[in-house]
């Protein structure tokens, strides 16, 4: 018997709460490799996306820094992108942070789109393996009181699916809860990515200001 049949095998003993089991189980991997895949793309070197735009922005290149910050993949590029408009518009230091944390509150919820969901499903998993340990335990009670004498191997074959059920649960919940905990790290180093390039660019802004403030008072004295 092959690997394929084994499973099909333990599919059908272990019942209807099987198909849920596995439904639930390709949910999160779905999920998990979405989010993977997401994260990949959008966590960026910060540090070289910054120095690249204030060289940039010290000579005054507008429109070939929002056309960087554009092209730059990543929340963190999102936020310096709306500091920079915010700041070309004439808005003062107050309303650029303020552009920055709009634009986060846009991006948040993206990062953390659908990882409570991976989270919920690492918890109701072993659930599921229990209801099916509970139904499979009532086969054995309901067996014992059909039957004056009950074999060993009639317990054993109402004892099996609820066995399985609940190793299967158990089976899946473990990497689910793994793959959640692993997103969320990788959620908070693209937030502190994203929190110290707004630090950065709202004081790069505010320096800049200040020389230009300094450089146009020296030309008219």
């Known amino acids: 018997m092959g690997k394929f049949e084994v499973f099909l095998e333990l599919m059908k003993i272990g019942g209807p709460v099987m198909w849920v089991i596995l439904g639930c189980s390709l949910m999160a991997l779905v999920v998990f490799l979405e989010k993977v895949f997401q994260f990949h793309r959008d966590e960026i070197n910060v540090r070289e996306l910054l120095r690249g735009l204030t060289n940039v922005l010290k000579r005054d290149g507008e429109n070939e820094a929002v056309t960087l910050c554009d092209e730059t993949p990543g929340p963190a590029a999102r936020l310096v992108g709306a500091a920079i408009r915010a700041y070309y518009n004439?808005?003062?230091?107050?309303?650029?942070?303020r552009?920055?944390?709009?634009?986060?509150?846009?991006?948040?919820?993206?990062?953390?789109?659908?990882?409570?969901?991976?989270g919920t499903l690492g918890f109701i998993l072993p659930l599921l393996g229990f209801l099916g340990t509970v139904?499979?335990?009532?086969?054995?009670?309901?067996?014992?009181?059909?039957?004056?004498?009950?074999?060993?191997?009639?317990?054993?074959a109402a004892v099996m699916p609820a066995l399985i059920t609940t190793a299967a649960g158990l089976t899946a919940a473990i990497p689910c809860y793994l793959g959640y905990n692993y997103l969320l790290s990788r959620i908070n180093t693209i937030t502190l990515d994203m929190e110290k390039a707004a630090q950065e660019i709202t004081e790069f802004f505010a320096r800049h200001r200040e020389e230009q403030r300094k450089s146009g008072g020296a030309d008219e004295a």
């Not at 004439?90 to 942070?97: F, H, L, N, S, V």
């Not at 054995?140 to 004498?149: G, Y």
């Open 90 to 97: 004439g808005d003062a230091d107050a309303e650029i942070r």
């Open 99 to 118: 552009a920055v944390d709009d634009a986060a509150l846009d991006e948040l919820p993206k990062l953390e789109r659908r990882v409570r969901l991976l």
């Open 135 to 156: 139904l499979g335990m009532l086969k054995v009670f309901e067996t014992m009181k059909v039957h004056e004498i009950i074999t060993a191997a009639a317990v054993s």
